[in-house]
C-alpha cells in the first residue's frame, strides 16, 4: 500500500481555519467524480502535535497532513496529477504567501 501524504504548514493560529477548509474540499472530492479520489481510499487529516520535543502550542508553524491511501505509485501519482494539483492549488490561492504545501509517497512495509 502507497500513502499520499500531503502536509500543509501555515502559522499556528491559522491551523483550525486550515482543518475546516481542507475538511471541505475533501468531502468535495468524495462527493465528486471518479477522479476526485480516483482509486484512493481511508482519506484523513492530522494534526502534528509535538516534533523534535516541542509541542504545537509553542511552535511558530502548524503542521497539518492530508493522507489518502493507494494500491500503486501508479495509482497515487495519478490522482495527484488528476486531483490533488487543483487541491494545492486551491490552498495556495487562499493562504497565499502564509502557507506551503509538500508532498510525499510512503509505502507501508
Do not use: Y
Not at 28 to 52: F, H, I, Q, Y
Not at 84 to 91: Q, V
Request: proline share 3%.
Amino acid at each position: 500500500m502507497i500513502i499520499h501524504n500531503a502536509t500543509f504548514m501555515v502559522r499556528r493560529e491559522m491551523e483550525a481555519e486550515v482543518i475546516l477548509w481542507l475538511k471541505g474540499e475533501i468531502a468535495k472530492l468524495e462527493a465528486g467524480d471518479k477522479a476526485g479520489m480516483g482509486e484512493g481510499t481511508n482519506p484523513r487529516v492530522s494534526a502534528m502535535r509535538e516534533a523534535g520535543g516541542v509541542s504545537h502550542e509553542h511552535a511558530d508553524a502548524a503542521s497539518v497532513a492530508f493522507q489518502v491511501e493507494f494500491p500503486s505509485v501508479a495509482a497515487a501519482k495519478l490522482w495527484g496529477e488528476r486531483s490533488f494539483e487543483r487541491l494545492a492549488s486551491a490552498f495556495d490561492s487562499k493562504f497565499g504567501p502564509e502557507g506551503m504545501v509538500f508532498t510525499s509517497l510512503f509505502e507501508v512495509v
